[in-house]
């Protein structure tokens, strides 16, 4: 039997946005790692009080690229630019479609010898390697797939580590001097006769490392730096603490690929195994529209124009170089008030209709997430990943804003809840609510990286 593409299940619906909205929670989660190793209010606070640490061995693809063609293809499809791009060196690759619209990220290493990996979420990973396919480029591929795809162990473990004290637990475990790296900057290190390689690297602002090695050393080296790390109260990040950690520093992760629409992009729905995650992603929120581009977003209203460079060729680059002369939107932190995320709570017990619960410290309804801001009734922006923060003792979100509105103090409001037909299953009745917020910096703390 032929497995269905994504352009043939898109076929089966109305519209991309009835598909998406119809999914319940979607495509989001950490495979093989619990929601919760002790609680999530604590393992948030060991990144900032002293150090965390968090196996991201199971969630990512990881998908190795050689040979004479491997930058060319890179730098193609990739809006960055790649000129000082050396040995021993990592980079968020950044990647769009033809309209300039997001597909997906990924951080890529440059080992030499014109060899690659790109670790992170399938979307940019499909993206890459449809090319490779399809594409007139001299390279070897080998792809991982993440633990709810693939069948046994990874090929290799995956590990963080990051707080005030992440530098020191991890002085205290190479046999010899911790290498001083510089931030995306990596290298071979020597844990207890092991050999690792170590990114230097960090998340919700605090410094650390990614490290990584062959799976069958996976569980001396997790013992090696837990209990090097119990003198400082080392936590280990479960999926929820862990997923909050990405809208404290500024990463909008897993925004919805640009890929539903368009003849461009026909040719490649057409190559996409349905089964694949475009398939199975789900979007939430109170925006509600029928055209699916108005959920997309830009490279450039996410946060990445620093990464574009626009003295080579890539795919979206007219796109991207219009936007980037007079962009509309722009990424912005929102505090939430206090006060109205309380009442969201109080409706629980009282009479009438309740308000759309707010799942702490991140809601997983859906694997992107739409809610209309309005600023004095119009529509100026779309929030799109919230999260509590225990250390800030505040519900905060990512959101994509009118330029004109990103000064931090600007007073807006966040519409909370799903439109009346909503067929999203993960969610519960509810009627909708305002809730004001205030526009704050991007990241949302000091950046101690």
Known sequence: MTNQSLEDLIQTVDSPVDLLRSQGRGAFGFPNVPDEHTNWIEEQRAWRENCSFADQSHHMVDYWVDGPDALDLFADLAVNGFADFQRGQAKQLVLANPDGYFIGDGILFNFGDDGYALVGPPQGVNWIQYHVETGDYAV??????????????????????????????????????????????????????????????????????????????????????????????????????????????????????????????????????????????????????????????????????????????????????????????????????????????????????????????????????????????????????SAYTANERAMISLATIDVGLATPGTDVTVVWGEPDDSANPAVERHERTEISATVAPVPYTADNR
């Open 140 to 385: 070897e591929t080998e792809r991982e797939e993440t633990a709810g795809v693939r069948e046994g162990p990874p090929k290799q473990y995956r590990y963080q580590i990051q707080g005030p004290d992440a530098l020191d637990v991890m002085a205290a475990v190479t046999d010899e001097p911790l290498p001083d790296l510089g931030f995306f900057n990596f290298t071979d290190v020597s844990m207890d006769g092991h050999d690792v390689t170590i990114l230097r690297h960090g998340m919700s602002g605090e410094a650390g490392f990614e490290f990584w090695g062959p799976w069958e050393d996976s569980e001396a080296i997790k013992r090696l730096v837990l209990d090097a790390g119990t003198e400082y109260g080392i936590r280990q990040l479960g999926g929820k603490s862990y997923g909050s950690s990405s809208v404290v520093s500024g990463w909008l992760g897993m925004p919805l690929p640009a890929v539903y629409d368009s003849d461009a992009m026909r040719p490649y729905r057409e190559w996409l195994d349905a089964r694949n995650i475009e398939g199975h992603y789900s979007i939430a929120g109170s925006l509600d529209s029928t055209d699916v581009t108005d959920y997309y977003v830009s490279p450039v209203e996410i946060g990445y124009e620093p990464l574009v460079d626009l003295e080579h060729d890539f795919v979206g680059k007219d796109a991207i170089a219009a936007e980037m002369a007079d962009p509309e939107r722009t990424l912005v932190t929102l505090e939430w008030d206090s006060e109205d995320v309380i009442a969201v709570f109080a409706s629980l017990f009282e009479e009438g209709p309740s308000k759309r619960f707010v799942q702490f410290p991140i809601p997983w309804r859906s694997t992107s997430h739409h809610d209309v801001i309005l600023r004095d009734g119009d529509v100026v922006g779309i929030s799109r990943m």
